[in-house]
């Protein structure tokens, strides 16, 4: 919803041109500075705001007379407390935008206690005895935001062993992605997949992904949610007996230039050897990295060409070093 109700006080002018329409916003002709501002009542939002439901999203286009020294506008948004103390505030700073309608913008998550909002337009005079500074198209919008609603999250263990993980969410916003993470114990996690999410959507959408080599034994698993400004939550956690897993090692990409990914079971990668195709133990000639418990890649840039084998547990896997 746009806040603005136009109650500016805003003049026909044949130079320059409105940035959109005919009109735009001018803040005085005295020779050392301009203001005007409007405030804006959103105590009716108290609610949201407090519990950091409403973002504040700040438009609007500044440009001065094209002449040297150019003179100063400056837009400034602060918003308030019901005894009229700054919490926040957004502020372009003095520009110099000459000749062209420059556009300045500012979006946030209000912060608890706002309860107004002034918009303040702000002119210096720098060259002659009138200040040519103008602005337009200004604009104040909220949206609500609506928290993720994960409407069910279930994990299960298919038939080769794999466990499956299915969720759904009713609605969406700002959601950047979700991490399915596992764990033995319920304290110590670690990250399985990462799976897109929807931005913002307010239809029912179904998400899945799989852990092909699961921790064998009692294994807990959660969704973690992240958006696009960084804030997580974390689902419900859910445990789930795993029966030992009947997939073997596999590895990809083959053949392979740089870099060797290797998939297993927990158990099965405790302990990877490298040996050449003559039998010899080259595994000094490589970097290993642990990426989790069931997955771990391998650069190979070190080695020769040729094909080469992976040992651990008494599972071999083969590649090829281009």
């Keep these: 919803m ?35 501002y409007q405030d804006i009542d959103v105590s009716h939002l108290a609610t949201d705001i407090d519990n950091m439901n409403i973002n504040f999203s700040f438009s609007g286009y500044i440009q001065v007379a094209n002449e040297d020294p150019a003179d100063g506008a400056q837009m400034l948004v602060e918003y308030k407390n019901g005894m009229g103390v ?19 913008n500012s979006t946030l998550t209000s912060p608890p206690g706002v309860r107004s909002v002034r918009v303040t337009l702000k002119s210096y005079t720098y060259n002659g005895s009138s200040v040519d500074a103008y602005f337009d198209d200004l604009s104040l919008y909220y949206v609500r935001i609506v928290p993720l609603k994960l ?36 304290s110590e996690w670690e990250n399985v997949a990462r799976v897109k999410g929807a931005g913002t959507s307010n239809t029912e959408r179904s998400y899945a992904t799989t852990d092909l080599y699961p921790l064998t034994g009692q294994a807990y698993y959660r969704l973690k949610q992240v958006d696009y400004d960084g804030k997580m939550s974390f689902s419900k956690v859910k ?5 030992e897993n009947t997939l073997s090692l596999r590895t990809y990409p083959n ?17 990877l050897k490298v040996y050449s195709a003559t039998g010899k133990d080259v595994s000094n000639a490589i970097k290993m990295i642990s990426v989790n418990s069931s997955r771990k890649e391998i650069n190979v840039t070190g080695l020769h060409k040729g094909i080469y084998f992976i040992r651990t547990n008494g599972k ?7």
């Design 255 to 271: 053949p392979v230039a740089s870099k060797v990914v290797v998939e297993g079971s927990p158990e099965l990668l405790t302990s």
């Design 2 to 36: 746009d806040l603005l109700t136009g109650e500016y006080r805003a003049i026909r002018m044949d130079f320059p041109a409105a940035h959109n329409g005919d009109y735009f916003f001018f803040s005085g002709c005295n020779s050392v500075k301009g203001t005007i």
């Design 151 to 186: 409407i069910s999250f279930d994990v299960v263990q298919d038939m080769s062993g794999a466990v499956q993980a299915n969720w759904k969410t009713a609605n969406e916003m700002n959601n950047d992605y979700f991490e399915l993470q596992r764990s033995r114990d319920g």
């Design 316 to 322: 071999t896997v083969s590649f090829v070093k281009d």
């Design 86 to 104: 700054t919490i926040v505030s957004y502020n372009t700073g003095i520009q110099k935008a000459k000749g062209a309608w420059t556009e300045y």
């Design 239 to 243: 445990s789930l007996k795993v029966a």
